[in-house]
């Protein structure tokens, strides 16, 4: 059996994201499961049977579980389960969501590597102050810049754009990220 990659994103999965589930569907010496804090709903995206989140609803003790791990990190069972796919990589979507998935790295011992798909390597501080998310992101930021051992750049401009915002030049790469357009006549 092909080691595990957890894809961490913490909604999972919005339909405009199809290009998360297919670069984790296309791992061949892997095997991707998916792990978030909660499912989006009507998600076709990924199986179930392939993914664990921290909650599953969208009630208010659920948003209160959320928001505590976001700022605490302190989430056992969801923790577990991860562990018992013994995964050896953490792969995050965005910067927010590497910065949520910061607690997670520690407790996995993983290394972590992060996608920096746009917004994430765009926003200003204080658009990104704006949500809860971007708050905590904002307050791990020099931590994840120091513990992701790579940030993936979906573009050179978005590279550019990671280097103009402090993020160490020496952890970044540019990888091209497209669709295949013959699936498109």
């Known amino acids: 059996m092909n080691p595990t990659v957890l894809?961490?994103?913490s909604d999972l999965l919005p339909?405009?994201?199809t290009f998360v589930a297919a670069q984790a569907h296309a791992l061949r010496r892997y095997t991707p499961f998916f792990a978030g804090l909660r499912p989006v709903p009507a998600s076709l995206l990924i199986d179930p049977c392939e993914t664990a989140v921290l909650t599953h609803a969208d009630n208010f003790s659920d948003k209160i579980r959320r928001r505590f791990f976001?700022?605490?990190?302190i989430a056992p069972r969801f923790v577990r389960a991860l562990q018992?796919?013994?995964?050896?990589?953490?792969?995050a979507?965005?910067?927010v969501d590497g910065a949520a998935a910061l607690p997670l790295q520690s407790q996995l011992n993983n290394p972590l590597i992060v996608t920096l798909h746009g917004y994430d390597a765009t926003m200003t501080d204080e658009a990104?102050?704006?949500?809860?998310?971007?708050?905590?992101?904002?307050?791990?930021?020099a931590d994840l810049r120091a513990r992701a051992r790579l940030f993936i750049c979906v573009s050179d401009h978005i590279r550019r754009q990671a280097i103009?915002?402090?993020?160490?030049?020496?952890?970044?790469?540019?990888?091209?990220?497209?669709?295949?357009?013959?699936?498109?006549?």
């Open 128 to 141: 990104l102050h704006r949500s809860s998310a971007g708050r905590v992101y904002l307050r791990r930021k």
């Open 7 to 9: 894809i961490y994103r």
């Open 164 to 185: 103009e915002r402090g993020v160490p030049e020496d952890k970044l790469r540019s990888l091209s990220i497209g669709v295949d357009l013959d699936s498109f006549p």
């Open 93 to 95: 979507h965005f910067a």
């Open 84 to 91: 018992r796919r013994h995964p050896v990589l953490l792969h």
């Open 15 to 17: 339909a405009s994201e």
């Open 70 to 73: 976001l700022h605490t990190g």
